[in-house]
């Protein structure tokens, strides 16, 4: 399943029941390849990544992994369009930034847990799914009213199937559902037609915007979250302040190094506050207090408290 820089998932699917050409608009050469025989399909993902620099075992995995297949016989194509969209966001030719997408599949939003395993497997790019996710149409799994559908098949079709379930014949299931669905036109987890298909450099130009308002909250959220923490702060600094110097008069390690972290909180309120001179000041008279506690004096300069 893995090796360094390849990572390979493949999957063999009875042709009885799905139809190859189904595959058509997610292949890639050499990394999205469909093979057919007399009586099977064989799906390979094989992508090749200069960024997998890991070695993954491959115990565990396909247990993590099997319910894709069953998707894949029941019309769901969700995973074909995750592994294009890694396929094709690695390629180095610039002919392919016009290639057009294959189609959308329904809830892409809505990736179920072995799915999700899917995209850490293959490592696709979270911005990337989450800008093509907007073009993606949310469906409620419907109960499909399969013995109303059976009762207006005709009574030679009815016997044919019953044939095969006594000769013990395999996937009659999944070949009644087939035949079901195709008859009253129901496929599962269909995308939006009506949209249109964008390219591979909009995805890719689409997933760099993602990025950059991703990056933009979490910034935002981490200085809030600092903000917050500095203003609880604020309400004991006088506290925090007898509580270093209480540190420091310990002479031990550990001590030295809660005053350091405490210091480099006060450091942050100061600026917070517009107070770094008074900060300063006082970092220069512990300085000057303490001048003989190198171990001290050697972790204020660590953290950068110390003027150079």
């Not at 090749?48 to 029941?74: A, H, S």
């Not at 999700?116 to 990337?128: C, H, M, Y």
């Not at 030295?256 to 480099?264: D, I, N, P, R």
């Amino acid at each position: 399943m893995a090796n360094w820089g390849t990572r390979q998932l493949v999957f063999r699917l009875p042709k009885s029941v799905i139809d190859p050409s189904i595959f058509e608009p997610y292949c890639i050469p050499e990394q999205i390849t469909v093979f057919t025989n007399s009586s099977y399909i064989i799906l390979d993902i094989n992508i090749d990544d200069e960024e997998y620099r890991t070695w993954i075992e491959g115990e565990g995995w396909l247990t993590r992994l099997l319910q894709i297949r069953d998707d894949i016989l029941q019309g769901d194509f969700r995973v074909l369009y995750l592994a294009w969209l890694k396929a094709t966001s690695i390629s180095i030719y610039e002919e392919q930034e016009e290639l057009l997408e294959p189609p959308v599949p329904a809830n892409l939003n809505q990736l179920p847990i072995y799915l999700e395993a899917f995209v850490e497997f293959f490592d696709i790019d979270r911005d990337l799914i989450a800008f093509a996710t907007e073009e993606s149409v949310s469906q409620q799994d419907e109960v499909e009213p399969i013995e109303e559908w059976i009762g207006a098949l005709s009574s030679e079709e009815k016997n044919d199937f019953l044939l095969k379930v006594i000769r013990d014949e395999p996937n009659v299931k999944l070949q009644l559902i087939k035949r079901l669905r195709a008859i009253f036109k129901n496929p599962k987890n269909s995308g939006n037609d009506k949209i249109t298909r964008r390219s591979l450099a909009e995805l890719l130009a689409g997933a760099q915007e993602q990025n950059e308002r991703r990056n933009k909250q979490e910034f935002l959220r981490v200085q809030q979250e600092k903000i917050l923490k500095l203003e609880a702060l604020a309400l004991k600094e006088e506290q925090v302040w007898l509580e270093v110097y209480k540190l420091i008069e310990l002479k031990q390690s550990k001590p030295y190094e809660q005053a350091v972290a405490y210091l480099v909180d006060l450091r942050d309120l100061a600026e917070h506050q517009g107070a770094l001179d008074e900060f300063q000041a006082s970092i220069q008279q512990i300085q000057k207090d303490y001048s003989s506690r190198s171990g001290l004096l050697s972790r204020l300069k660590k953290a950068r408290l110390l003027a150079l």
